[in-house]
């Protein structure tokens, strides 16, 4: 399911008529000629042009971007940073759009359904666009599911998710990188995600009931709040391995200081950790950290 077909009236327009809709899905996108998607579909049409129109609604002097928000950004991108170019590809600046007549909840499904089938939203992106979805227009994850094409059980998991997340006081981790004040009161949907993936577990060994499950998500994640999404699946995995030893695994990994290291190693080298961590029946991060404490106790 996409929203690019031609159901609308085609035209073309010029770039300053041209606005994101409050109907258009995507998150904000705070500095758009330094964000790598950007530039990278600025790349795109360069190269092969414009493949799809922007899908558009009239909106008071303006016409409201519903699909193509990148699009929009990448093509202010071309005209500022190679300007022959853009009037090249877009002789009179006028840039193909379809206008379509949508009524608001027509215009934020319209928007979602696009972005569930380019499988380009992050997690917390989806799970505001179903809870807006549920709660200005009155629709069931049902009617959602239908209307976009996305997996019934995946609403069910994000708007759980974000019921949670909404308990907590901690800041949500948005698309980009965040800084090292937000990253430490911070918690993203992945995160969450594996939290509740724990509760299952423990649900499912008969460690919890039923009626503890959403006690245990909501304590867990403010305990885990700043850590690292890859510390939170080899919790899980430790888990997996002793779950009655829950307890002491939670807290054996919220009770010290762990940063996630972006480093370039060897090729070769990886090789050999991927190998070691098939034969232990590891993750990764389980046996980089064993060699790294054996390298310094040694020293």
Same mark, same amino acid.
Do not use: W
């Given at each position: ?7 609308? *009236? ?9 606005? @994101?809709?409050?109907?258009? %899905? ?11 998607? *950007? ?20 909106? !008071?002097?303006?016409?409201?971007? @519903? ?29 193909? @759009? ?9 215009? %934020? ?6 972005? *569930? ?5 992050? !997690?917390?992106? #989806? ?5 807006? +979805?549920?709660?200005?227009?009155? #629709? ?10 996305? =997996? ?10 974000? &019921? ?8 949500? %981790?948005? /698309? ?13 949907? +992945?995160?969450?995600?594996? *939290?509740?993936?724990?509760?299952? #577990? ?14 245990? @998500? ?24 002793? /779950? ?23 090729? $070769?080298?990886? =090789? $050999? ?12 991060? =389980? %046996?980089?950290?064993? +060699? ?6 040694? &020293?």
């Amino acid at each position: 399911m996409g929203c690019n077909m031609s159901t609308g *009236v085609e035209s073309r327009v010029k770039l300053e008529e041209l606005k @994101v809709s409050k109907y258009n %899905v995507r998150g904000e996108i705070l500095e758009p000629f330094k964000d790598a998607r *950007v530039i990278a579909l600025a790349n795109d049409i360069i190269k092969r042009g414009l493949i799809n129109k922007l899908i558009v609604i009239k909106e !008071n002097e303006h016409y409201g971007i @519903v699909c193509g928000k990148l699009r929009y950004y990448a093509l202010l991108y071309i005209r500022t940073n190679h300007t022959k170019k853009f009037y090249e590809l877009f002789p009179g600046g006028l840039i193909p @759009v379809e206008i379509r007549k949508l009524k608001p909840k027509e215009a %934020v499904l319209l928007s979602l359904a696009e972005n *569930v089938y380019t499988n380009s939203l992050s !997690n917390e992106e #989806l799970a505001s666009a179903i809870i807006r +979805l549920k709660t200005e227009y009155n #629709l069931t994850d049902e009617d959602i599911s239908k209307s976009t094409g996305l =997996e019934l059980d995946r609403i069910k998991l994000l708007s759980y998710i974000k &019921s949670i997340r909404d308990s907590l006081n901690a800041i949500l %981790v948005g /698309p980009g990188r965040p800084t090292l004040t937000e990253r430490e009161k911070s918690i993203g949907t +992945l995160s969450l995600v594996i *939290v509740k993936k724990i509760a299952d #577990l423990l649900k499912e060994k008969g460690i919890i009931s039923e009626d503890e499950v959403d006690a245990f @998500v909501l304590d867990t994640a403010e305990k885990v709040i700043g850590l690292p999404s890859r510390q939170l699946r080899l919790m899980y995995h430790k888990i997996q391995k002793e /779950p009655k030893k829950y307890k002491q695994i939670i807290q054996s990994f919220t009770s010290k200081k762990l940063k996630a290291l972006n480093i370039a190693i060897d090729e $070769k080298l990886v =090789e $050999k950790i991927k190998k070691q961590a098939r034969k232990q029946g590891k993750l990764i991060d =389980e %046996v980089v950290e064993e +060699l790294i404490k054996k390298a310094f106790s040694t &020293s």
